[in-house]
């Protein structure tokens, strides 16, 4: 079993040197993105299928936390050097450079870690339920307990025609293990910020493409449309009413507003570098010094009136994230991880996002079996309150 986990590692880290190009034509990818790939495809593997509320069968999480140790280990040579002071044996003191781990994997990745082993703790809790699934095609006794669960969960199956039907007792769930599906609830809603949180800021750092900049367009107000443009310089600025007032329907309305966005916060802030560029070179030269000071407030003005837009848009972007938690990647994050060279970031950005992505699978499955139950349990009280009243008029 060792000598083959052994081999099994080498053809991995092979594939990985290699840039997912096992011919050795040299028409790999760099080591980043097909480190990032396999844990994205990893995930992919192992998670892909998150139907239900159930434990990961041994086989998989045996091949989640192996693979996953392999991955990570690069880590352990990803270092910076930083100054120490060493004492020798005479008693004098030393300064030398001793390596240590590198600042942003030192921070997140023990945190990322922490956040994959509560979400396997989370699947393992969900062995014995009050609730389990009914694949959709599949015949089963036809009663009136199915018949009015069958009618509750229509709007669901409509929704997501693949899942299987969640199915709870003729009396509803127990009020303990809707209490614990609540409190599992909250948890997993902890962590999915916390993982959106640390890829947020990975993302952040990147280094913007070059690919990214040429395609941007020259008029930010162009880009975003009147709407969004005008509700951002309203006096009275609101990112929900905003977002109210825009078409979200679907998930690609919702991208596309996303992508207006960040092409809109990049242009302002490339103006604004440029635009303090051009102050400190005005102020270097002495013969423009005196149209330098002509124009000086009206830049100040401008810059002012630039700056205010992009906070208003950054809180508008993070508002419509929160609203949509599973919204797929942007253009620009895109372009970032497919052009990023650095390995350790597109370790931090892949396995923050494989886990936000763990996290919102099992929120929906959460939801799912909450709300069969509430509207059941809605059918059993309007039912009762019927009878109630036929009884009263008899």
Same mark, same amino acid.
């Given at each position: ?45 192992? #998670? ?32 910076? #050097?930083? $100054?120490? #002071? ?24 023990? &945190?990322?870690?922490?956040?994959? &082993? ?8 969900? /062995? ?31 929704? @997501? ?17 809707? /209490? ?34 040429? *395609? ?53 802030? @490339? /103006? ?5 560029? +051009?102050?400190?070179?005005? %102020? ?43 919204? $797929? ?6 372009? %970032?991880?497919?052009?990023? +060279? ?7 950005? *892949? !396995? *923050? ?17 909450? !709300?069969?139950?509430?509207?059941? +349990?809605?059918?059993?009280? *309007? ?12």
């Amino acid at each position: 079993s060792s000598f083959k986990e052994i081999e099994m590692m080498k053809e991995r880290f092979s594939k990985l040197l290699l840039g997912e190009d096992m011919s050795g034509s040299g028409k790999g990818v760099c080591t980043a993105l097909a480190i990032s790939n396999a844990l994205t495809n990893l995930a992919a593997s192992v #998670f892909g299928e998150l139907w239900r509320l159930e434990p990961l069968s041994h086989e998989r999480k045996l091949l989640w936390q192996r693979e996953m140790n392999w991955i990570l280990s690069v880590c352990d040579h990803i270092v910076e #050097f930083v $100054p120490s #002071f060493h004492s020798v044996t005479d008693g004098t003191s030393l300064e030398v450079m001793i390596s240590r781990p590198r600042s942003d994997l030192h921070i997140n990745l023990p &945190a990322l870690r922490k956040l994959d &082993a509560m979400l396997l703790e989370a699947l393992d809790s969900y /062995k014995e339920t009050d609730f389990w699934y009914v694949d959709q095609g599949v015949s089963v006794d036809i009663s009136s307990k199915n018949q009015q669960q069958k009618s509750v969960a229509t709007k669901r199956e409509e929704d @997501k025609w693949w899942l299987p039907v969640p199915k709870i007792p003729t009396g509803g769930l127990s009020e303990k293990s809707r /209490k614990a599906l609540q409190n599992q609830r909250d948890c997993t809603n902890q962590i999915l910020k916390a993982a959106m949180a640390i890829n947020e800021q990975v993302l952040s750092e990147m280094q913007v493409p070059d690919v990214y900049w040429d *395609s941007l367009p020259k008029s930010a107000r162009a880009n975003l449309g009147d709407t969004i443009y005008y509700g951002l310089r309203q006096e009275h600025f609101s990112p929900d009413a905003l977002l109210s007032s825009l078409d979200l329907s679907t998930e690609h309305s919702a991208l596309e507003v996303a992508n207006r966005i960040q092409s809109a916060l990049h242009i302002w802030r @490339k /103006k604004e570098s440029s635009g303090s560029h +051009k102050e400190g070179k005005s %102020k270097s030269n002495g013969s423009s010094r005196y149209s330098w000071l002509k124009v000086r407030d009206l830049v100040a003005e401008c810059g002012d009136k630039r700056q205010l837009l992009i906070e208003r848009a950054d809180s508008l972007l993070l508002c419509l994230r929160q609203r949509f938690p599973g919204l $797929p990647q942007t253009v620009l994050d895109v372009n %970032k991880i497919q052009y990023n +060279k650095d390995v350790g970031q597109a370790i931090l950005e *892949s !396995y *923050s996002r494989v886990l936000e992505s763990l996290a919102y699978s099992i929120l929906s499955r959460i939801d799912d079996v909450l !709300y069969i139950a509430d509207m059941t +349990k809605r059918n059993q009280d *309007s039912s009762g309150s019927q009878l109630g009243s036929k009884t009263n008029a008899a």
